[in-house]
């Protein structure tokens, strides 16, 4: 349980949440194995989290307080955080570490409740992007309420923040939900809740001003052993798709036809 | 008999004392007035303000006395120049009566007196009709033709009232002298002759005298009011547009070269950030009085394509909006978006052609102030998804598709097959061609640089191309207002350039032509940088490349923005045209040349939406239907995309066939 202000105030602290993925819309597979080339890959921000982080600053513009970026991952990249700190986020901190690399959604949420509870133990609201951009996995912010024993609240999509309290609408299967709940509390947000603002590579310089701190595992308190993932992934592959490269001539109108004919029949004769 | 000038005749003794008395008090209203604006432009002192005037008194006195500007546009330029002539010389003309009168006649001398006097009294005449012709014609364009760009405000007729007055009162103030006091020369006062016959001949000496003295003070008071109140009206263009020129015409940087506020490699990081301006107190009193020397003209708006195009944006609006910001009394610290005075869209729909800048009469360039705010928007990073992605894919792939490095490869393989070396396979290449994401990635515009190569290798031009080492050149950064990102691809560019000792470049995109070649200056790193129609024409010329398949079609060329006005290349691609079309014929669309009309994708525009009634590409396309033309020549890739999607638009795509200069060239060949 982590130590959270009790008072009522208006002017939130918000903790936001930053995963750094590989960019998977990048992503090539080896020609043979199939694998992901991992090596080449370019880094960036999770996409929901850079919401996330949007969110929060627009929070900050509005009533106030202050925006904290945590980021945990095997090799967290510091220009990356600069990016959030020069979107608006006022501090950050950073765990590096190689066990991370395997992490799943517990092993994270561990990692970065334990970042949290020292680094910014006072917070009223830690926004997570709802998953991440490479695993898509869903977990690591309902778990880290679980952890906290805060309410939260998952795909959010528009964001209120009143007095010791917020209300969210929830995009979810059927429409949408409005929910409320009392702070502190954790809220995932998806793609549709805002545009993140790009921050001008000016403002990336100007961010070196603003505090950047890294941690380790000892400063946190966590051993290896705390971040052993519960599921063990055996294999990543990509799918192997191939084009079909039937060619169909004639007139416009049956062609039309003959196409129309190949779907139906390719999604098993429903239309 | 002598001819003689007679001053303050048919009015009591003592008038002229009594008429420098009314005078003070106007005079110094308008004193009061010049020092206000000037200090309100922020002008610390006379001698700064002088130094400036004397570095610019040669553009003075071609664009503001010379009127350069002004007469391009003719019945405007006429009636511009009939309005200044007229003033002027009846200024001059009361200067030396004034002269005359009280200096050479208080020493015992005089100026206005036999032959010389009689011309005087014709020129003054001759000149007054001028005087009122231009303001006949300024009523028939605001009042009867309504030209639609011109505004009709409140002391806009003011003036013109004023104006009128003092012009036709000057002749019924002759015209009563002559009546009542008739001289054996005043066939010279010709007109003044005309009006006396007309309707005041045979009519009582004594209420004519009376007309005559009320007149006289009333046109004299009209005059003295008109020149106080010169410096809070309209008419204050007289000075502030000389003042304009004089200031800034010398300081201002060749068209298509931005200003480089910064060097991100020389920056230091916990200096303040600033990038262009949100209030107007952020500009010097020069970019100021740039503001405060619009007239209003309208000239610029009628030229600009994102206005045509029915978007936001007018430069005109935007520069009068600055204007009467500049004078509102807390208007210098507003911030100009949160206020609402400018509409974000405005400053986006500017897709930097410089036709504005080319339009107005007077060296005002509205598309920097355009500019500057757009960096000021940009630096915050408060941008829509378009404009985040663009400047995104070029951080990270180094080009503004967000295609990554293995399409670019495909590309350069495909030239490979057709003979083109890298610069690694090539290191003694005379030239690089420089190819452009345009002309990497798209489809149609890798037709484009198929078609150059194809003649280059034909032409047996010693040339390699940079492969996959060649990005962006920072373009579109530079130009949706992200010096940061530009400047990173531009450094990152100049260095892989330099380190292979690349001299000479070829070009098929403009941005690219006009980046490498005036941008990078900036950054330490001069290139000769040949657009592909100079090349080609090069070519022909000197018999390199023969062209054996002449066409016989109809062809026309929308000279795009950064090859045409920008970088004023227009001889080469006729010529190359022409060269290749020797069987068919060349025809010139409505505008073209330095008036051409950009296409709508320029100054990054092409990567993201405004919000408009109509689009820059599809009425420059009918435009180029009405040649009746079966092929529109193009010399830029995205003149070509645009042209494509406005030809499928409108039904066009069969009839008018969309073709780049070199696809031209590479079928003749």
């Known amino acids: ?271 | 008999m002598e001819p003689i000038r007679e001053t303050y005749i048919l009015l009591p003794p003592g008038t002229d004392f009594l008429m420098y008395l009314v005078l003070v008090p106007f005079a110094l209203v308008f004193v009061f007035g010049v020092v206000y604006r000037l200090r309100r432009l922020g002008v610390r002192s006379v001698g700064e303000l002088l130094n400036s005037v004397f570095r610019g008194v040669g553009y003075m006195a071609r664009y503001g006395l010379l009127q350069r500007k002004v007469v391009s546009e003719h019945l405007a330029g006429v009636m511009h120049l009939l309005i200044y002539t007229g003033i002027i010389a009846l200024f001059i003309g009361t200067t030396l009566v004034f002269i005359d009168h009280d200096i050479l006649r208080v020493l015992g001398l005089r100026l206005l007196r036999g032959d010389f006097y009689l011309g005087f009294e014709f020129v003054l005449d001759v000149m007054g009709v001028a005087f009122l012709l231009g303001l006949a014609l300024l009523i028939y364009r605001r009042f009867i033709r309504h030209e639609p760009r011109l505004r009709n405000r409140l002391e806009y007729s003011m003036a013109l009232a004023g104006l009128l007055f003092i012009g036709l009162s000057g002749y019924v103030l002759e015209a009563i002298r002559l009546t009542v006091e008739p001289r054996p020369w005043s066939g010279y006062s010709f007109v003044g002759k005309a009006v006396s016959t007309a309707f005041f001949v045979n009519l009582p000496t004594e209420p004519l005298t009376l007309l005559y003295r009320g007149i006289w003070w009333s046109h004299a008071i009209v005059a003295f009011a008109m020149v106080a109140v010169l410096p809070y009206s309209p008419l204050g263009h007289i000075f502030s547009t000389l003042l304009n020129i004089a200031v800034n015409a010398p300081r201002q940087l060749p068209l298509g070269k931005m200003k480089t506020p910064f060097r991100i490699d020389e920056l230091d990081p916990s200096a303040d950030i600033k990038l262009g301006f949100r209030s107007l107190s952020e500009l010097g009193w020069m970019e100021k009085l740039g503001l405060d020397a619009c007239t209003d003209c309208g000239r610029c708006e009628a030229a600009c394509p994102a206005h045509a195009a029915g978007t936001p944006l007018s430069p005109r609006d935007i520069m009068q909006k600055l204007r009467r910001q500049l004078w509102r009394s807390d208007g210098l610290d507003e911030d100009v978006f949160a206020s609402g005075l400018i509409d974000e869209e405005e400053v986006w729909a500017c897709t930097t052609c410089s036709a504005c800048i080319e339009a107005c009469p007077v060296l005002i360039r509205p598309m920097d102030y355009i500019l500057e705010m757009r960096r000021a928007l940009t630096l915050e990073g408060k941008l829509d998804k378009r404009k985040t992605a663009m400047l995104t894919n070029l951080s990270r792939y180094g080009n503004p598709y967000g295609f990554d490095q293995s399409e670019k490869q495909k590309f350069f393989e495909e030239l490979a097959e057709m003979g083109v070396q890298t610069l690694e396979e090539k290191p003694d290449a005379e030239y690089v061609y420089w190819i452009g994401c345009a002309s990497i990635y798209d489809a149609r515009g890798r037709e484009i640089a198929k078609s150059v190569a194809k003649i280059l290798l034909k032409a047996g031009v010693s040339f390699a191309v940079l492969g996959v080492e060649e990005t962006c050149t920072g373009d579109p950064a530079r130009r949706i207002g992200e010096e940061g990102r530009f400047q990173e691809l531009a450094l990152q560019n100049i260095e892989t350039l330099k380190q292979k000792s690349v001299k000479k470049i070829i070009v098929n995109c403009p941005h690219c032509f006009n980046t490498l070649k005036k941008e990078y200056r900036d950054f330490g790193l001069e290139l000769e940088v040949k657009h592909h129609s100079q090349v080609i024409g090069e070519l022909l010329r000197t018999g390199r490349l023969k062209l054996t398949k002449p066409l016989s079609e109809k062809i026309t060329l929308h000279d795009s923005c950064y090859i045409g006005r920008i970088n004023d290349v227009f001889e080469e691609p006729r010529f190359v045209i022409q060269s290749a079309n020797k069987d068919g014929a060349y025809v010139e669309m409505s505008r073209s040349g330095r008036k051409s009309f950009c296409c709508g994708a320029g100054g990054s525009t092409y990567w993201y939406e405004v919000r408009r009634t109509d689009r820059e590409s599809v009425i420059r396309l009918r435009e180029a239907v009405e040649t009746g033309a079966s092929i529109l020549a193009v010399e830029c890739p995205y003149c070509m995309q645009m042209f494509a999607d406005a030809a499928r638009v409108t039904g066009v795509d069969q009839s008018l066939k969309i073709k780049d200069i070199a696809e031209i060239v590479a079928e003749s060949i």
């Open chain 1, 1 to 271: 349980m982590g130590t959270y202000r009790m008072m009522s105030r208006t002017m939130p602290d918000i903790v936001v949440c930053v995963k750094q993925t590989v960019d998977v819309y990048q992503l090539k597979p080896h020609p043979e194995t199939l694998a992901p080339q991992l090596s080449q890959a370019q880094w960036k921000n999770s996409d929901f989290d850079l919401n996330a982080v949007e969110e929060a600053v627009r929070i900050k513009e509005k009533s106030g307080g202050k925006v904290v970026v945590v980021s945990v991952g095997p090799e967290v990249k510091q220009l990356l955080v600069r990016e959030c700190l020069a979107m608006g986020a006022d501090e950050a901190y950073i765990l590096s570490d190689p066990s991370l690399a395997q992490a799943d959604g517990a092993a994270t949420a561990k990692a970065l409740a334990a970042v949290i509870k020292t680094a910014s133990p006072k917070w009223d609201i830690i926004l997570c992007g709802e998953a991440s951009l490479d695993q898509n996995a869903y977990q690591t912010g309902p778990r880290l309420a679980e952890i906290f024993n805060v309410p939260h609240v998952s795909y959010v999509n528009k964001l209120e923040v009143g007095d010791r309290v917020l209300k969210a609408w929830r995009a979810v299967e059927d429409g949408v939900e409005v929910v409320s709940c009392s702070l502190p509390a954790v809220v995932t947000v998806g793609l549709e809740i805002n545009t993140p603002r790009l921050p001008s590579l000016l403002m990336i310089r100007a961010a070196q001003k603003k505090p950047l701190k890294e941690l380790s595992l000892n400063d946190v308190g966590l051993t290896k052993d705390d971040l052993m993932p519960r599921a063990e992934t055996l294999e990543v592959k990509a799918l192997k798709t191939e084009r079909r490269r039937q060619v169909f001539e004639g007139k416009v109108e049956e062609l039309a036809e003959k196409l129309a004919e190949r779907i139906i029949a390719h999604m098993g004769g429903r239309r």
